[in-house]
């Protein structure tokens, strides 16, 4: 393993801790008490706010604003410019016109689970969860939380499919749903999906085991 790579115009304070082989690039910035993981990339212009926690190989790219007390587990993709916030009822001011500060209001932190992906531009509203290897289309708006493995779409965000691992969009097998890209083969129940497992050897695409 190595030490971490910071770009000399990275702004990081030195309260952050950032975990070896991990790499944060030009003009991005890393708050206080935020902890980023092993082998995680930090694009251009990147902000991780105070007390993120970030686990493993999580990717940022560029310009993508994650605000505190946001989570993301091990292999998190965040695409370019997408925000996950942090106040459902945001306000300059309070209603007596003074100045909100940090004690005004209470920060809800988004939750984006192992493997999931958030597409650029994408916005994921506070306090939602993103399920495992979830995707976010990119521009979508996510007002509610994502289920383990949907693709959601649009404004807001409404599931439009499934993936797996792979993020590949999955197809419909029999008694299931299939991975073109790897043969692993999910079941669904109630809206909820569930696997993968893997394809029998020598079985043909779309065939579920007995």
Not at 6 to 19: E, F, H, L, N, R
Not at 38 to 66: F, S
Not at 77 to 86: S, Y
Request: proline share 7%.
């Amino acid at each position: 393993m190595t030490e971490p790579r910071i770009a000399p115009t990275a702004d990081v304070d030195p309260s952050a801790k950032i975990g070896a082989d991990s790499a944060v690039w030009h003009l991005a910035q890393v708050r206080e008490g935020a902890v980023l993981g092993e082998g995680c990339i930090l694009g251009r212009g990147a902000y991780v706010g105070p007390g993120v926690r970030m686990g493993d190989r999580v990717k940022l790219q560029n310009y993508a604003l994650v605000y505190e007390p946001a989570v993301l587990e091990d292999g998190v993709f965040i695409g370019p410019a997408a925000v996950l916030t942090n106040d459902v009822y945001p306000r300059s001011t309070d209603v007596d016109g003074a100045l909100k500060r940090d004690g005004d209001w209470t920060a809800e932190g988004v939750v984006v689970r192992a493997g999931a992906s958030v597409g650029a531009r994408a916005v994921v509203v506070a306090g939602r969860t993103i399920g495992r290897h979830a995707l976010v289309a990119a521009g979508a708006v996510v007002t509610k939380d994502v289920p383990d493995f949907a693709l959601v779409a649009g404004v807001p965000a409404r599931r439009i499919g499934w993936v797996g691992r792979a993020g590949v969009t999955l197809e419909e097998a029999s008694g299931g749903w299939r991975c073109p890209a790897t043969g692993e083969l999910y079941a669904e129940h109630d809206g909820v999906l569930s696997g993968p497992r893997a394809a029998l050897p020598g079985a043909e695409p779309g065939e579920a085991p007995a």
